[in-house]
């Protein structure tokens, strides 16, 4: 039996535990959505206020050279690099991250156009699946988009295939895939292959250039803190540079810019991505919430992260057996950072859970989230959590007709 004090003797040990005090969280709650959105750091609130405070409000339009307000969605690219493994000049911020999908499925398909069929996950992002299509629909040439039971993948991959698109770690179940094998098994059919990290990035160790990943897009509002909608990332291996172009081309993407030339010339590197203004207040946000990295590597952040998971599923189980249904996989290679529970009450489960002080969410039909940062999460934060859980479940309370409410966002 898992106590208490077991837990606080974790934390004491914890090497991460002073993090905590960057985050701004609310008293007495534990916030278990960080997988949705993370919460604000200190210094991206003063890196935000500097941008809004000195760089806009007395720079003016100078500061688009003075404060290098046109370098950010590079120099951020850079700092978002390290994360996943990529060389500098090989990330850009910038977009969301549909958008910057739509970016890279487009310029994919023009470099394999004897080729007709691109793959993706059925259980993907809806986003995703959206997105392939619409670009598949629009390559200038008939293509099809297979959503395929992702295990089946092997059968499916032929001469036929330009791209396979995958989630790295299921937004459901938190299941995490084998990225090195999978890419491999693409480009041994001669494919292409693009990653969606957006479950991932800060969240488990990712290395683009030991897998060979083509190419890569995440967001950073979930594990890395970026804010609200926060500028998303987009990672083109070094050799594909130049070869993929921009479908959605823009001036600032152009190699001079204020020569206002009205032909499309793309500017070298990652900056051939870029389409519009950068969007300098999200970015700040982003540029304060990546301060944290400089003092944690991502490795520590794994291993924290695989015990507060590791812990939740054994208190679980422990105090409420067959209760629910674990979705996510037990083994720690194949395991994000959330843990995601089957049960047919969920939506009033997480509804109750939030009003008794733990934020988790739920996804259609039946699957209650928990996602795990371990930069401000504490082991008895998911004691309590757990605690929490158990009375939400032996008190029923979440059968009150105001649990049922369905909000817009779950
Ligand atoms: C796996 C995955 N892909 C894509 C998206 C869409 O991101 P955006 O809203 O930045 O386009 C999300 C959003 O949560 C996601 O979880």
């Given at each position: 039996?898992?106590?208490?004090?077991?837990?606080?003797?974790?934390?004491?040990?914890?090497?991460?535990?002073?993090?905590?005090?960057?985050?701004?969280?609310?008293?007495g709650?534990?916030?278990?959505?960080?997988?949705?959105?993370?919460?604000?750091?200190?210094?991206?609130?003063?890196?935000?206020?500097?941008?809004?405070?000195?760089?806009?409000?007395?720079?003016?339009?100078?500061?688009?050279n003075?404060?290098?307000?046109?370098?950010?969605?590079?120099?951020l690219?850079?700092?978002?690099?390290?994360?996943?493994?990529?060389?500098?000049?090989?990330?850009?911020?910038?977009?969301?991250?549909?958008?910057?999908?739509?970016?890279?499925i487009?310029?994919?398909?023009?470099?394999?156009?004897?080729?007709?069929?691109?793959?993706?996950?059925?259980?993907?992002?809806?986003?995703?699946?959206?997105?392939?299509?619409?670009?598949?629909?629009?390559?200038?040439?008939?293509?099809?988009?297979?959503?395929i039971?992702?295990?089946?993948?092997?059968?499916?991959?032929?001469?036929?295939?330009?791209?396979?698109?995958?989630?790295?770690?299921?937004f459901?179940?938190?299941?995490m895939?084998?990225?090195?094998?999978?890419?491999?098994?693409?480009?041994?059919?001669?494919s292409?292959?693009?990653?969606?990290?957006?479950?991932?990035?800060?969240?488990?160790?990712?290395?683009?250039?030991?897998?060979?990943?083509?190419?890569?897009?995440?967001?950073?509002?979930?594990?890395?803190?970026?804010?609200?909608?926060?500028?998303?990332?987009?990672?083109?291996?070094?050799?594909?540079?130049?070869?993929?172009?921009?479908?959605?081309?823009?001036?600032?993407?152009?190699?001079?810019?204020?020569?206002?030339?009205?032909?499309?010339?793309?500017?070298?590197?990652?900056?051939?991505?870029?389409?519009?203004?950068?969007?300098?207040?999200?970015?700040?946000?982003?540029?304060?919430?990546?301060?944290?990295?400089?003092?944690?590597?991502?490795?520590?952040?794994?291993?924290?992260?695989?015990?507060?998971?590791?812990?939740?599923?054994?208190?679980?189980?422990d105090?409420?057996?067959?209760?629910?249904?674990?979705l996510?996989?037990?083994?720690?290679?194949?395991?994000?950072?959330?843990?995601?529970?089957?049960?047919?009450?969920?939506?009033?489960?997480?509804?109750?859970?939030?009003?008794?002080?733990?934020?988790?969410?739920?996804r259609?039909?039946?699957?209650?989230?928990?996602g795990?940062?371990?930069?401000?999460?504490?082991?008895?934060?998911?004691?309590?959590?757990?605690?929490?859980?158990?009375?939400?479940?032996?008190?029923?309370?979440?059968?009150?007709p105001?649990?049922?409410?369905?909000?817009?966002?779950?």
């Open positions: 039996m898992i106590l208490r004090d077991d837990c606080a003797a974790l934390d004491a040990s914890d090497e991460l535990s002073s993090v905590r005090d960057e985050f701004r969280l609310n008293e709650e534990i916030y278990l959505d960080g997988n949705s959105l993370g919460p604000v750091t200190e210094s991206t609130s003063r890196r935000v206020n500097e941008v809004i405070n000195t760089e806009w409000a007395h720079g003016l339009v100078r500061s688009w003075s404060a290098g307000w046109m370098a950010e969605p590079t120099r690219g850079d700092r978002v690099a390290t994360l996943i493994g990529a060389q500098p000049g090989e990330v850009l911020v910038a977009d969301t991250l549909t958008i910057l999908l739509a970016k890279l487009g310029g994919a398909l023009d470099l394999r156009t004897d080729r007709h069929v691109v793959l993706t996950d059925v259980a993907n992002f809806h986003s995703d699946i959206y997105i392939v299509e619409a670009m598949a629909a629009r390559a200038g040439r008939p293509m099809t988009v297979k959503t039971d992702r295990n089946t993948l092997n059968e499916e991959l032929n001469e036929d295939v330009a791209l396979v698109m995958l989630t790295h770690v299921d459901r179940t938190g299941e895939l084998d990225m090195k094998t999978i890419t491999e098994k693409v480009h041994a059919a001669g292409l292959m693009l990653w969606d990290f957006a479950h991932s990035a800060g969240a488990v160790p990712l290395d683009v250039t030991d897998c060979d990943v083509d190419f890569a897009a995440g967001c950073s509002y979930k594990y890395l803190n970026g804010g609200p909608g926060a500028p998303a990332f987009i990672y083109v291996r070094t050799k594909w540079q130049g070869a993929l172009l921009n479908p959605l081309p823009g001036w600032l993407g152009h190699a001079r810019p204020f020569d206002f030339e009205l032909k499309y010339e793309p500017a070298k590197g990652m900056q051939a991505f870029v389409t519009s203004s950068p969007s300098m207040i999200a970015l700040a946000a982003l540029d304060g919430a990546l301060d944290v990295w400089d003092r944690v590597t991502i490795e520590q952040v794994r291993v924290k992260s695989l015990a507060l998971t590791d812990l939740f599923v054994a208190l679980i189980e105090r409420l057996p067959g209760v629910f249904e674990l996510t996989p037990r083994e720690h290679a194949k395991r994000g950072s959330q843990v995601a529970l089957r049960h047919a009450e969920g939506y009033g489960i997480i509804q109750a859970l939030i009003e008794r002080g733990v934020v988790g969410d739920f259609d039909p039946d699957i209650c989230r928990f795990f940062t371990p930069l401000y999460l504490r082991y008895i934060d998911v004691f309590d959590a757990v605690e929490r859980i158990v009375e939400v479940m032996s008190s029923e309370m979440f059968r009150d105001r649990f049922t409410v369905r909000n817009a966002v779950t």
